[in-house]
Every structure is written in C-alpha cells, then in structure tokens.
C-alpha cells in the first residue's frame, strides 16, 4: 500500500464553490473487485458540491473502425458525452499481467476518437488502483497516465493512491475498513477536486 501525502483545500472550503461534474468508472468486471469496491468507497467520500455520475466501461464495444465509420452506437455517443460534460474523470484501475485492463483502455481508445476536440483533450483526470499483489497497481498506473498524456489529458500528479494486500484492507463485505487508507482516500479526493478547479 502507497500513497503520496498533499496538501488539500477541506470540503467545507469547496462547498461554496461551483459544483464539480464527477465521471466515475472501474476498470474491473469482477463481481467482487477490491477496485469496485475502492471506487464505491471514494464516492462515499466525495467532498460537497461534487455531483457523481458513474459509467461502466464494459458496456463499451471494443474499439472498431468500421464500426466508427458506420456511426458511433449509441453508449458509446452516450460515453463521449459523457467525458465531455464532466468537470473530472476518476479512473480505477486493476492490474492485469503489468498492464491495463482491455476494457478500461478501450475506453480511453474510444475517447480519443472524432469529433475534435477529442474527449480527453485538456481533460483533468485521477487515478488510483488496488491490488492483492505487492506494486499496487503501479505498472497499470503508468500504462494509464502515458495513454491519457498522449490525448492531453490532464493527469493529477499527486497525491497518489496505489493499495497494495488489497485483500487485508477490505472487509467480508468489501467495505474498505482501513482508516489510514480512509483517510488518504479522502485526502485524494479532496486533492482530485482542487485539480479539476484549476482548469474550470
């Protein structure tokens, strides 16, 4: 488990603010995914004035250019403007074989697609990932970060969530029962949002 410690402003200071347009997306279909259930535990501690949309990138075909040529389908015109609306995309990402998921990177794939401005031009982006295993999601991370700064995303630096023995961090219920993780998640959050007010 690691997390870069930042400074952030307290929800009670972004509560007068504008609010915030949160896309949320996991990339795991596993019904019992430690990465869903991170995802379920940051929008629990979303500050005030963040409103929450969440998007299941399964839902996604996988990329196609004759199926681009004929007409995006609907979800996937439905995900672009989804993207656009948001103020903040967060992305939870596993790690399979050092690397990312095929559906969370179709995703990013589909995104990068016309019409221009592409979806994730300029777009501010975090990431946090959870793992069993001892890297805690870095490889995967990385492979995110690198795609989305080739679209110009605008990918938050730090803080950092990558939780590693992800198993002895979540409950039975998969309830994130980890207080020092608690409370990093929440500082993550909270530096998620002054992320994206720097670019609305």
Request: proline share 8%; hydrophobic share 45%; aromatic share 6%.
């Amino acid at each position: 488990m690691s997390s870069d410690a930042a400074s952030s402003p307290t929800a009670s200071a972004t509560a007068h603010e504008n609010p915030i347009s949160l896309l949320a997306m996991a990339g795991s279909q596993r019904r019992r995914s430690f990465n869903r259930a991170l995802l379920r535990a940051a929008l629990e501690r979303t500050p005030a004035g963040v409103r929450v949309r969440e998007f299941d990138p399964s839902r996604l075909p996988f990329y196609d250019g004759d199926v681009e040529a004929a007409g995006d389908p609907e979800v996937v015109a439905e995900f672009k403007a989804a993207v656009h609306a948001s103020d903040l995309v967060l992305l939870v990402t596993p790690e399979y074989n050092a690397g990312l998921p095929a559906v969370l990177k179709n995703a990013v794939d589909w995104g990068s697609r016309p019409p221009r401005p592409q979806a994730w031009d300029a777009k501010p982006v975090a990431i946090m990932g959870a793992t069993p295993g001892r890297l805690g999601t870095a490889l995967a991370q990385r492979s995110l970060r690198e795609s989305l700064a080739g679209l110009n995303a605008r990918v938050m630096p730090q803080p950092r969530i990558l939780l590693a023995g992800a198993g002895k961090l979540f409950d039975e219920d998969l309830k994130l029962a980890d207080e020092a993780t608690l409370d990093r998640l929440a500082a993550f959050l909270d530096a998620a949002v002054a992320w994206a007010r720097r670019f609305s």
